[in-house]
């Protein structure tokens, strides 16, 4: 059975930096591509970042372009999204999500995804 975990969430001040980890279980990560989404307070889920199956590629919301990176390891199937310049926006749940094997390359469309993590909660301080 596939699991996502989904690790590094926490406090941060405006313009600070978090580092999220998302751990796979239950297959190789390298069998497929990788999301992150995220979900603020009465708000939809929504896609923030997404890598290929190799990461040669990668692709993000227009909200987060240029501050947040995604990458992975597929050695230590292990993705990760690193977050720099928070704002308070950003403030949400972060989702991790995976579509079924051999699924080279996701979008932002949820539909897309076949397995979720748990999230981390991210809290961005004015």
């Known amino acids: 059975q596939v699991q996502l975990v989904e690790s590094g969430g926490g406090l941060v001040q405006t313009g600070g930096s978090l580092r999220l980890s998302c751990v796979v279980s239950g297959r190789a990560l390298s069998r497929s591509a990788m999301g992150w989404f995220r979900q603020a307070p009465g708000k939809e889920r929504e896609f923030v970042a997404a890598i290929t199956r190799y990461g040669g590629s990668t692709r993000y919301a227009d909200s987060v372009k240029g501050r947040f990176t995604i990458s992975r390891d597929n050695a230590k199937n292990t993705v990760y999204l690193q977050m720099n310049s928070l704002k308070p926006e950003d403030t949400a749940v972060y989702y991790c999500?995976?579509?079924?094997?051999?699924?080279?390359?996701?979008?932002?469309?949820?539909?897309?995804?076949?397995?979720w993590g748990q999230g981390t909660q991210v809290t961005v301080s004015s």
């Open positions: 999500a995976a579509p079924n094997s051999f699924v080279a390359s996701v979008g932002p469309r949820e539909s897309e995804y076949n397995y």
